[in-house]
């Protein structure tokens, strides 16, 4: 009888403890955060553009899953959005000369996420003179949604 009551004990245990853990945010909210930053600011950068291109491929919080919703989230600018990387927009002709004469290019690079906050470096690049970004912005999640808690070190080229 002791074995049954331990055994029941253990398993209402690892019941309780499964339905209580709480799940870590969709990090997607945190990109598109700091892509909503850098798109705002320095905005002749944004002008007569046809595409945002995001390369995710140094992204390491992002689900293929939350990665769809992000990209058709980028899609309330107006502009077709790209997944893509530098080289291959240089490849497919869309970067000339190091000049995006058609579009921007968002490059965020993250750490692991840890205790719902994401560390990121992140840039927005038009051309090889026309480049701003962000080494060491913090993000966190906060009462249900992502907000920059510190921008870290601002750069421009």
């Not at 009551?5 to 499964?18: C, E």
């Not at 905005?43 to 990209?71: G, Q, R």
């Not at 893509?84 to 968002?106: H, R």
């Amino acid at each position: 009888m002791k074995k049954l009551l331990y055994i029941l004990l253990i398993i209402s245990v690892v019941l309780i403890s499964g339905c209580t853990a709480k799940e870590a945010p969709d990090a997607a909210g945190a990109y598109e955060a700091a892509i909503d930053k850098l798109y705002n600011e320095d905005e002749a950068l944004n002008l007569n553009i046809k595409y945002l291109a995001v390369d995710t491929t140094k992204m390491k919080n992002l689900t293929e899953e939350s990665k769809k919703t992000f990209l058709k989230n980028l899609e309330k600018y107006g502009l077709t959005v790209l997944d893509t990387t530098s080289a291959e927009l240089e490849k497919n002709g869309y970067i000339k000369d190091t000049n995006f004469e058609e579009g921007i290019l968002f490059n965020l690079e993250d750490e692991q996420m840890k205790n719902n906050t994401i560390k990121m470096n992140v840039s927005k690049f038009r051309s090889g003179l026309g480049a701003i970004g962000y080494e060491g912005m913090e993000l966190k999640y906060r009462n249900g949604k992502w907000e920059i808690k510190d921008t870290g070190s601002p750069w421009i080229s």
